[in-house]
DNA sequence: CTATAAGCGAGACGGTACGTCCCGTCTTAGA
DNA sequence: TCTAAGACGGGACGTACCGTCTCGCTTATAG
């Protein structure tokens, strides 16, 4: 998925129809993404309200729901680019090395930047709101699991994994240990863990 | 861990002193807990708010605050009985079989019944507020990891499983993938998942 | 006062100069004032907004605003032809008559016709933006004035009338208790009342 | 009409069920009404809102809504014990000294304090809401017309007016001008013009 | 017979206020 | 003395219009 491919929703092609008369202002957006970064960057989730960032970014708050649903919305925009612009597709011609650099950069990123309180607390609102739930598969999840695909796909082609792998379950298995460190926060979630579950889970814990 | 020992915070033990002038009223206790499951029943956990359970139950909110902090602690005495008693502590001889029993009914607990969205409720909480982060650790998920903590033990010690498996690596890559579908919903969550994954981890992806 | 005179704010004089690029559009002018009667009629003045009107009239709100302070505005134009241009100057020879020729279409058009509401509606808002105070007057009450000093004088002429009657308080005195039963709507308004109220107060009610 | 079963619908009768458990504060009760004539005396009508009452009285603003259904209301009740308890009933034996008393009273303190400004927002808001509207006539103007009934028919009785006097009629023709006058403000509002109004009603204008 | 300066439709924008919801605390009458 | 009922201060929600602004198109003189 190209990445520009996550805005057509909020930010249509802007070549396919030139008469629209008066067009989103570029500016309104980028302070209205910069105000929702700014304020999860300092107070968390939970201080972020779509009129503490209007506020901020010196706007109408008619002027965010005129662009977005809720302030999950704006939240997920404006880490999207972050998360998803970061995400690496390395091909070492290891696998492991691959997923390591793959997944030590999510557990980083998660575990040490603002990207993680923001992402928890999408995946806490997706827990009331299916649309936004549906918004976060589609923007925060389904890439990353595409570029794992097929990270893992090239292990089974060049022979270094199981060729009968499921790929679904093998994703769950990388992706699932991370995503539950940052929600429940019972242990650190950094690169050194995302390391030690690739090796456990290609190892296998058989004796 | 007792049991009983899980409500302390909320719920001062009872017995410890018959001299209280007027001790709480088990008929208020049952009847909110009962609202609180009807509520999450019927609306999910959004719809549950303390306001309602007060209502439902016919009780005044003040009851309610008085022997708890917030709605998220109702909801999880509510649902730690029904999570906790069912916990199964296998022993078949057989690790990955015992495995497969706990997480399998994990797996369907969380997946199928009103359980699932409950405990998801509380996950999106505890993002918002540590409190609620600490209580649900304690009571729902750190007698589960040390029940299978005691399995995966068993299993070293038989032989089965590797000597110098890392217990809580090993506990996150099993539960993990498993929260993480009940938190996404990308696909659904049931026993058939649960032995799949155990089965995967133990034979490990490489070829 | 010539009824052109009264546009002379909102819509300058056209034929002064014909040196302007582009004049005013006729079918707009004519589109917004139907526009706001329309919406008048179906929905009363609140009901009425400027967006309201553009998008009935098919215009911009900019147009709407380039020619118009405010709704207010608006509404006094589209009404201002209706109740004045059916303004009689009856000259029957006797004053009784000609007063309840008046006040009569006066009470007619506003207790029975949009116009009412359209009125009281201007009157409302007159109550906040002395601009339209201003206009109002100006527009609806000054030449009504007029008018009625025109009759009562030739009354006094007559010697039908008091000679030292002092004008002003006298057309307070008759068209006080239509608009007071306009606002109030206490009590049906129609020619009946105003009738009855010339008979009253041209026979006094001393016994 | 008693004044106090002007508050009949927001202050139900206290004594009659004594079995509400907290029953409304009085102390918010006057902080909200003071706060609305304050803001009233500040800033006129128009700068009276929900939010800066509440903000002014250190009130929330679901504290207003609890009692009041809009700001009219609220309005309404600051200043209907004012303009109503002042309202005079004069008994001197001479109906024009008594309407006088009466009419000049309403004059002065429409024409030149604060409620004049109160009472002409109301009718403007009286003329979208139409529940406004019925109240108002209720609380502002029934007993003011009860009480100039009563004063007339005096008059009548001990022959000073006319015996067929249509009561309504001359009602509308004493008060209709000074509403009139507030509302539309195109001359000053004072005693002199109820004297001089009721002078002019009683001779009549005939030569 | 252009060219150019409005007028125009569309509607985004910064604001203000609305009326609603729920939070967690506080108050009160009565069991 | 504790409970139910629910009022309270507070804060965010999402909506409706206000009056201003900007855009690209259209149109009617003035040169």
């Known amino acids: 998925m190209a990445p520009d491919d996550l805005y057509n929703e909020t930010q249509p092609d802007v070549s396919q129809k030139a008469a629209d008369c008066r067009r989103r202002s570029e500016r309104c957006h980028q302070a209205i993404l910069t105000a929702a970064a700014e304020l999860l960057e300092e107070k968390g989730y939970g201080g972020v309200s779509v009129e503490a960032i209007a506020s901020r970014a010196g706007v109408g708050k008619q002027t965010i729901y005129r662009w977005w649903a809720c302030k999950a919305s704006v939240v997920m925009e404006a880490y999207a680019k972050q998360v998803n612009q970061n995400l690496p597709l390395p091909d070492t011609g290891c696998v492991k090395t691959d997923l390591g650099d793959m997944l030590g950069q999510l557990a980083v ?31 925060m999840i389904a890439c990353r699991r595409a570029a794992a695909q097929t990270l893992l796909q090239r292990g089974i082609d060049r022979g270094e994994l199981r060729p009968d792998l499921d790929l679904d379950l ?17 242990t650190p979630l950094d690169r050194e863990f995302a390391i030690a ?11």
């Open 197 to 207: 579950l690739i090796d456990q889970l290609m190892a296998g814990i058989t004796a």
């Open 109 to 139: 990123v998660l575990g040490t930047t603002s990207a993680g309180s923001a992402l928890a607390g999408l995946i806490a609102e997706a827990q009331t709101d299916p649309h936004v739930a549906q918004e976060f598969r589609h923007q």
């Open 170 to 186: 093998a994703i769950d298995a990388l992706c699932g240990p991370i995503w539950y460190r940052l929600l429940l926060r019972h």
